[in-house]
């Protein structure tokens, strides 16, 4: 019910920055919760920082705190993720996720299993 089209990922250098997109269609006001995830070559997908869409709370990752900021723009239907102070560990696939459930603990938004949709995923590259 819910299509994600993202866009914004390339190459940088470390200390640069990056402003990634993700546009929304179809029900999207059934998602609770708007994600963004990576997966580096090899490793897991981990999450990054997500939003709740109605209330606008946020969550982040330890590792991007302090230096990735997501956002929500509803009349576009679309969720940003401005990454700043980029480092070569940032450098994965990044992908966007819709997550239809809501749950009381917060743990759960940090989980892949939690999320219903998800974009194509856009490279992130930070060179050193």
């Known amino acids: 019910q819910v299509q994600l089209v993202e866009s914004g990922g390339g190459s940088v250098q470390a200390g640069g920055s990056l402003r990634l997109s993700c546009a929304a269609s179809?029900?999207?006001?059934?998602?609770?919760?708007m994600g963004w995830f990576r997966q580096a070559p090899g490793k897991e997908r981990e999450f990054v920082a997500a939003?709740?869409?109605?209330?606008?709370?946020?969550y982040y990752a330890d590792s991007v705190w302090g230096r990735f900021t997501i956002s929500r723009d509803n009349a576009k239907n679309t969720v940003y993720l401005q990454m700043n102070s980029l480092r070569p560990e940032d450098t994965a696939v990044y992908y966007c996720?819709?997550?239809?459930?809501?749950?009381?603990?917060?743990?759960?938004?940090?989980?892949?299993?939690?999320?219903?949709?998800w974009g194509q995923g856009t490279q992130v590259t930070v060179s050193s």
């Open positions: 939003i709740k869409w109605t209330i606008g709370t946020t």
């Open positions: 996720a819709a997550g239809v459930r809501y749950y009381s603990n917060n743990y759960y938004y940090h989980l892949t299993l939690s999320y219903d949709y």
């Open positions: 179809g029900r999207t006001f059934s998602s609770y919760t």
